[in-house]
């Protein structure tokens, strides 16, 4: 026995001296066990001029250059924020015309959002990269954390809602699960795209307490704790500097303050200028006047900014190669982080356990905003169905701009609706409206209208499926909504349903806000958001109980469009190309509603379910918390650990007292009593999603620290606290406030 166990030990000593040997005698950038830094500072001394050049900017569409001398691999990137983008032509927008690249189309990032559960995120981040991976993907562009701050933009049902601690906490194992697969997140849109109409012209101005404490927290978070290697620049200028080559917020804030040692990538077309994008910031130049094969050139992509341009200039003497070399370090970084990562996994595509994943997000994304008593609905207790709506009968994931998909599956509710009734009833259906583009309005609106109400009249339940749609001026990428209502004269068909039939249920496609007119005659409204892949099997779901509905409302559904700040102000214009001008600051959402005092339709973080909770009494483990010390940024590791250390604990109980498994929302809220720079009345610092069978009692536990009382001075460019009294507000929405506890910081 002993024999045989010398042989093993030396047999392992010689193998190991054989892989030492031909670690010594290979390059270090193709050694695995060697770090990434090692890697690229090999690959950086062995690269030519050109093949520098090369790795900065696109060869395609959606792809950039590696080094074939030395083995070193394309980017390849995607459109995906809720799934992989179908396969482009090479050179210009449209389908290569693939008919292996349909994918699971995910709910969009405001019905994950609407879940409130981080552990969500994480599943859903593990989805895309997985499908990006085994569609060698190694950059999927998403996800986007711009803030609500308009209901007409047209690409809030691409983020994470209006206020940045929910997007904080959610975009961070999203970037996770996305990265496990050794694919590159990419967040976005780095910084101030919250608006659509005019985005390649518009200036923002907005103060610096704003931006640190609004418009930039997610950001942050996904790189400090998500660890997200790639960053998506946006359209839109800041300080009069495009945001694709921005000194403020590249090298100022994300790589300086930051340390971002990612890839920041331009938006399609985002690039502007050749000196700017050398000493701004850009790292990787995409979509610039990318239909190239229409240019007098062998390949066009050598006349983007950061390609010939940059190159002639280093050739001429006008700039050094510190900023190339900073670039393409970032970018060889990515490469050894994705596709030449050591045990990198293959991947896998449109399986079960995905269309599983997909359905648990949007079911848990619906938010019931009104019932009487209507839903649950019993399939047996109707001999007549009527399904009304254009949304029932349409796919939702094959449009909204960029992240279109082509989804393997979308089930739709009409059919979801009748495969679960079966024979139990009889299952109708009418258009009701037709969904068509502005300025191409159908003259067949009033008979598809009559023809619904006359059979609503005779039915014994009606469920209308309408809402937004992902076409343009709605729910999608390039253009903002024209107004407020409901498109297609959905108020007009809504009102006559529930003149007809007060058992009409509505249930209403969305990522965003939008007027109800008709809201207090129904009986039961659903805010369905998009459900991807599994959209009407989910609602079906909600509809027949199979589900109880938990989602809260990641945004403020607000009574009228001047509710909103930018719109009571009169800041947004869309005929606006220049300035746009910040004035509310720090009050978007419900921080506005409180500070002015108006009462939302649906309040931020609000959603009903078909069971009850009753709260116990909240228990605080000290009403004093010691202070720390100011926090200059960035933030040393001995002012972490020492805030670490001083914590209190906040606990309450909530049990289910209805007879349905349901999930209760607490959120914890912070007011300031008083500091020398104005602050909102409360913010979100804290929620716990609460699973409870009925009877069951859940605690949700909190823990908060000095961090969570301070704000951003910008005189001293740092955040701080003051000591004194605080209000610790504990509620199932930013109105419903069920508990409030002292706090003294001393």
Partial sequence: MCHRIILILALSYLMALSLYGQSKSSPVYLYDEASVEERVKD???????????????????????????????ENWLSDGPFGVRPENLWDKWGSAGWTNDACTALPPLTCLAATWNPELA????????????????????????????????????????????????????????????????????????????????????????TLYEIYLPAFKAAVLEGGVWSVMASYNRYKGQFCCHNEYLINNILKGEWGFDGVVVSDWGGTKDTMQAIRNGLDLEFGTGTDGMLMDSDNPYDAYFMANPYKNLIEDGVVGTEELDDKVRRVLRMIFRTNMAKDRPFGSFVSEEHFKTCYDIAKEGVVLLKNEGLLPLNASDYKTILVVGDNASRTLSNAGGSSMLKPAKEVLTLDAIRKYVGDKAEVKYARGYQAYMPGYEPDNLDLLRQEAVEEAKNADVVIYVGGLNRWSYQDCEGRDRLGYELPFQQDALIAGLLEANPNTVLMLHGGTSFSMPWRDKAKSIVYAMYGGSENGSVLSDVL???????????????????????????????????????????????????????????????????????????????????????????????????????????????????????AEVVQLYVRDVEAYLPRPEKELKRFCKLWLEPGETGIAEFELQEDDLRFFDPQKHAWVSEKGEFEIMLGSSSEDIRETLKLILV
């Fill in 544 to 662: 027949f109980g199979e589900i109880n509905p938990s989602g809260r409302l990641p945004f403020t559904m607000a009574e009228y469009l001047d509710d909103y700040p930018s719109h009571a102000l009169g800041i947004y214009d869309p005929d606006n190309k220049e300035d746009v001008v910040y004035e509310e600051g720090l009050y978007i959402g419900y921080r506005w509603m409180n500070e002015k005092d108006i009462k939302p339709m649906y309040p931020f973080g609000f959603g009903l379910t078909y069971t009850g909770f009753e709260w116990g009494e909240p228990s605080i483990s000290s009403n004093r918390l010691k202070s720390v010390q100011e926090v200059v940024l960035p933030d040393s590791d001995s002012e972490a650990k020492a805030r670490d250390s001083k914590k209190i604990k906040i606990r309450i109980p909530v049990t289910n007292i209805g007879e349905m498994r349901g």
């Fill in 43 to 73: 690959v950086l001394s062995r690269l030519t001029l050109q093949e520098k050049i090369d790795l900065i900017h696109a060869q395609s569409k959606f792809s950039s250059k590696g080094v074939p001398r030395l083995g070193i691999p």
């Fill in 122 to 209: 994480y599943n859903y981040g593990k989805v895309l990269g997985e499908e990006a991976r085994y569609r060698n993907k190694n950059v999927i562009l998403g996800p986007g954390v711009n803030m609500f701050r308009t209901p007409v933009n047209g690409r809030n049902f691409e983020y994470m809602g209006e206020d940045p601690y929910l997007a904080s906490k959610m975009v961070v194992p999203y970037i996770r699960g996305v990265q496990e697969s050794k694919v590159a997140a990419c967040v976005k849109h780095f910084a101030l795209n919250n608006q659509e109409t005019h985005r390649s012209k518009i200036n923002v101005i907005v103060d610096d307490r």
